[in-house]
């Protein structure tokens, strides 16, 4: 009876503050643990002993208590609430991210880079104002790397060199994101010539061409071209690179193995203006590496048409050169590609 009275007692004296409006303490599970809370005091005061002043100090310091976890409580949920919002906001990051790159995806492709064969030159345009040019990444054909060349000119001498630098694409990613995001500060020069780089030669332009990667990946076969600022091109020199062994093979008997076929068929190239093209690999079966390339020749008349002078079958580790009879049977390998932007569109 006695606890009963106080229970009434304390709900008189302190509801005009613990229940004021607008006051958390209103729920109804905060009143069941006010109630709680008032039963347990009683029971450990004593029923018999505790004054009313004892009683007020000890809501007050409940209260306080309250308050506090009321606070802390209020902190948690801002805190959750400011997280829900930075989880929302970097999803919708995410999301806006995938469609950028689904829109570039439909906006690019990947083609093949030696297309046509032995076609590709570099593209001078802007270089005497830039200084240097970069050129398009070649991509290995499983997507693990790229290569490119970098073209300097030299105004002081009228000079014009070149060096290829391998790019290591990011693993685990779409085909078109490691490209996209392949980072310039990985890149690594190729052990490789670097034509023009190391002396000066005045109105000389040296540059390298990639012309092809293998069907694995494991080497490429590239393509010097020497031309003279007024004279225009003097010569085309091909050079197989083998990234593994980091070996550098320049076929230079070439030029004098063609020079000796059309000699001996009554016509002296060395008398004309000629010069060779380097088409791609011959891989008649891609799951067996090849050593072996295809080589055209081409002469060139006083209105610069281009005569075709035949093609040759090369293995660049041991040098032999076989001409081909009919070129239509020899197709040259297609294995690089290159991300560009779709025409149309």
């Known amino acids: 009876m006695k606890k009963l009275i106080l229970i009434v007692l304390l709900t008189i004296f302190l509801t005009p503050k613990a229940f004021a409006a607008g ?12 109630k709680a809370q008032v039963e347990d005091f009683a029971t450990k005061i004593g029923i018999d002993k505790p004054t009313q002043k004892e009683i007020k100090k000890e809501f007050k310091k409940y209260k306080k208590e309250m308050k506090k976890k009321e606070k802390q409580h209020k902190k948690k949920l ?26 570039d ?17 570099l593209d001078f345009f802007g270089i005497y104002g830039k200084r240097q040019i970069s050129t398009e990444g070649v991509i290995s054909p499983d997507f693990s790397k790229m290569i490119y060349s970098e073209v300097h000119f030299y105004p002081s001498a009228c000079q014009i060199t070149s060096e290829m ?33 190391s002396e000066v030669e005045e109105e ?37 690179y083998e990234l ?50 295809i080589v055209y020749a081409y002469g060139y008349k006083p209105d610069k048409t281009k005569v075709f002078l035949g093609g040759w079958l090369v293995n660049y580790q041991n040098g032999d050169i076989t001409f081909i009879k009919n070129t239509r049977q020899y197709k040259a390998s297609q294995n690089g590609l290159v991300l560009r932007k779709k025409i149309n569109k």
Do not use: C
Request: charged residues 35%; positive net charge; proline residues 6%.
């Open 23 to 34: 006051s958390p303490i209103l729920h109804w599970a905060l009143k069941r643990e006010i």
């Open 78 to 103: 801002e805190r959750i609430e400011k997280k829900k919002k930075e989880e929302a906001k970097k999803q919708f990051e995410l999301q806006a991210q995938e469609a950028k790159k689904l829109l």
């Open 105 to 121: 995806t439909e906006n690019f492709e990947f083609l093949k880079y030696n297309d046509p064969q032995g076609s590709q030159e």
């Open 165 to 197: 630098f391998l790019l290591p694409l990011p693993p685990q990613k779409t085909t078109y994101a490691r490209v996209m995001e392949a980072k310039l500060a990985d890149k690594k020069p190729l052990k490789f010539y670097k034509p023009g780089m």
């Open 204 to 240: 000389i332009f040296r540059t390298m061409t990639m012309v092809d990667w293998s069907s694995d990946g494991s080497k490429i076969l590239t393509k010097e071209r020497i031309s003279e600022n007024l004279r225009g091109f003097l010569e085309t020199r091909a050079w197989v």
């Open 244 to 293: 593994d062994t980091q070996k550098t093979y320049y076929l230079q008997n070439l030029r004098q193995e063609i020079e000796n076929y059309w000699e001996k068929q009554g016509l002296d190239l060395a008398q004309y203006k000629w010069d060779l093209s380097p088409i791609g690999w011959y891989e008649p079966s891609k799951k067996e590496p090849s050593n072996e390339i």
